[in-house]
């Protein structure tokens, strides 16, 4: 199982990377705001702590200012992957940065239609938001359950990476499915 730390908290990071629990990090603009310093400066930080992705999230809500804002995003490191929602703005970006070859996060998937969307448009990982789901009375890990079904007819290449998480039993049930 590989595990990916949501956060921008620095130093925690630092801790968990160094211990090798690390396989990657996702953030977001609100997590880089709470750590009270230059957004800019933490995420060159976390690029170069982290060996794995590191997921780095627009704020434009147009095509191209998500495809601008992503290339801006990738200059902090080889290693950064692209985070854009999932909405059709955000797969037009999807798609004009995996044909530059720069990987990208579809986030906010709260479907199976959804997801095969986002791989089709090239994302490297598709972030189902499961504890939202699981708060809307629905079934997160039936969700996950049923994109991995569903990729797993074809070649797309994409990775399913559980987001929201809740509770341990999220991160078992996840790694007992795979994803």
Known sequence: MRIFLDTAD???IR?????????GVTTNPTLLAREGRDPAEAMA????????PVSLEVVATDHAGMVTEGLRLR??????VVKCPMTADGLKACRE?????????????????QAILA???GARYISPFIGRIDDTSHDGMGLVEDIIASLENYDYGARVLVASVRHPMHVVEAAKLGA
Do not use: C, W
Not at 15 to 23: F, K, N, S
Not at 45 to 50: D, L, M, N, S
Not at 97 to 113: C, E, G, W
């Open 15 to 23: 801790e968990y990377a160094d211990m090798g629990l690390v396989d």
């Open 75 to 80: 200059e902090h490191g080889k290693n950064v």
């Open 97 to 113: 940065l995996t044909r530059q070859a720069i990987p990208v996060n579809v986030t906010l998937v709260f479907s199976a239609s």
């Open 45 to 52: 930080e976390i690029a170069g702590i982290v060996d794995g």
């Open 119 to 121: 791989a089709k448009a």
């Open 10 to 12: 620095v130093e925690a």
